[in-house]
């Protein structure tokens, strides 16, 4: 008999929410779920910047020098470059000290207000060419610092898929604002995933993508919830690489399909970067058939441009395709 067991837990920096559909027995379906947790654990433990003692950070507090990475630290960072390279530098994960300088130091978990941070404000941002990787060693320039916030949970989310393909029926990950589902739910009928209202206090439901029973990620970035005012000015937490501010956007929140979490989530916050009128074109350059972007509101109005037909919105004001 099929059964769907679901878990979720607070984890890198948000909510972490796992569902296998499975005809396993419980004690192999809890095995399953317990092996998932410890990945997205050691993950965090190992490659959180607001961790003083993880892989990362120590890595950033030893810039300039050679350093032995461990191997699973040495694929994240290829990835972390390759996706840079291809995005033609939006996504930069040497942009750390402008995030820092710009105002997010902390993590928005509650109860991690007092936590003490590594401060790289007053470092320098240089390209993604300046990271060396090498077979057990890697290094950045002296005087910079990585974070790899921007794709690390997409990353991390098409490992947990890759783990599960083949083991279950039918998975749901969702780290975040990342999901990756394959096969089917516990009815037998594929998942579906709905899109967030950006232009409400209130958290609502925009729309919904009915998702493939191929492999298949959706990912959103917004502008308005890890914000803040730093010396009476506001800012957001995705960052222009050309101007090394929040970037100044039309667009409060971008979601963006991908056969991989990985693309799907760095897609999403450089669509932000770029704006409405770029977006698109930009998107079709990886081969993105559906992505939402829900503008800021006009006039009491609300815009939401549309590519694709797969992703169906419940409440429209004006929609352009």
Not at 31 to 36: A, D, K, V
Not at 178 to 206: C, F, M, P, R, Y
Not at 276 to 302: G, M
Request: charged residues 25%; aromatic residues 10%.
């Amino acid at each position: 008999m099929m059964r769907s067991y679901r878990q979720y837990n607070t984890a890198l920096g948000s909510t972490a929410d796992i569902i296998i559909v499975t005809g396993s027995s419980a004690k192999k379906s809890k095995n399953i779920l317990n092996e998932i947790w410890k990945q997205i654990f050691t993950f965090e433990k190992q490659f959180s910047r607001f961790i003083p003692e993880s892989e990362l950070s120590r890595f950033n507090k030893n810039s300039g020098t050679k350093q032995f990475i461990t191997d699973d630290f040495k694929k994240l960072l290829k990835a972390s470059k390759k996706i840079s390279i291809e995005s033609k530098g939006i996504y930069n994960p040497f942009i750390l000290p402008a995030l820092q300088k710009a105002g997010y130091t902390k993590s928005f978990v509650d109860g991690t207000e007092s936590d003490v941070y590594d401060d790289y404000s007053k470092r320098t941002v240089v390209n993604i060419d300046r990271l060396e990787i090498e077979d057990d060693w890697a290094r950045i320039p002296y005087g910079t610092a990585i974070d790899i916030g921007g794709c690390g949970k997409g990353y991390l989310a098409d490992c947990l898929a890759d783990l599960l393909d083949g083991l279950v029926d039918g998975y749901s990950i969702s780290l975040g604002g990342d999901i990756v589902t394959a096969g089917h739910d516990e009815n037998n009928k594929n998942w579906i995933i709905t899109i967030q209202n950006s232009s409400e206090e209130e958290t609502s439901i925009l729309g919904e993508i009915t998702m493939p029973k191929e492999r298949f990620s959706i990912s959103s970035s917004g502008i308005f919830i890890k914000k803040g005012i730093k010396a009476n000015k506001e800012w957001h937490h995705i960052i222009n690489p050309e101007t090394l501010l929040p970037a100044e956007t039309d667009i409060m929140l971008s979601t963006v399909c991908h056969e991989k979490a990985l693309y799907s989530d760095v897609l999403a916050s450089c669509s932000i970067i770029l704006g409405s009128t770029k977006s698109f074109e930009y998107l079709k350059s990886f081969k993105v058939d559906n992505a939402c972007l829900q503008l800021k509101e006009k006039n009491n109005n609300q815009k939401y441009l549309l590519l694709g037909k797969e992703i169906k919105l419940h409440k429209v004001h004006v929609v352009i395709s």
